[in-house]
């Protein structure tokens, strides 16, 4: 009996590590997105904002996204779901689009708008 009770423990025991282990990582993918540019213009900017806030920093690293470029973005705060996002070009080209974040991972610039899966 004290063997099955051991190797009870034992299996628990390395239950709760891998999911202490995976916990960690899944809640870091909760907030990685990638952003593809599948427009036909250079990106000079990603902005972002909640209600009546201001937008934020540019979230594309370096100067601008190229034509069929993409990176991988990652929030860190909390925050509501729904958030309003600003796109513009090195031509002009101004969209703003509002993203479900906790339904994105995936955003995609176009020629004429913005689209998430």
């Not at 063997?3 to 590590?17: F, S, Y």
């Not at 870091?28 to 900017?45: A, C, E, P, Q, W």
């Not at 513009?88 to 176009?110: M, P």
């Amino acid at each position: 009996m004290h063997e099955k009770w051991t190797a009870g423990l034992v299996a628990a025991a390395l239950l709760l590590a891998v999911l202490a282990l995976a916990a960690p990582a899944q809640a870091k993918d909760d907030n990685v997105f990638m952003l593809y540019n599948d427009s036909d213009r250079v990106i000079t900017s990603f902005r972002t904002k909640e209600g009546n806030e201001e937008f934020s920093n540019n979230w594309i690293k370096g100067d601008r996204l190229l034509p069929g470029d993409s990176f991988e973005m990652e929030f860190f705060e909390g925050g509501p779901c729904e958030a309003q996002v600003r796109v513009t070009s090195e031509d002009g080209y101004v969209h703003d689009h509002v993203i479900d974040f906790c339904r994105a991972r995936e955003i995609f610039i176009k020629n004429r708008g913005i689209s998430y899966r």
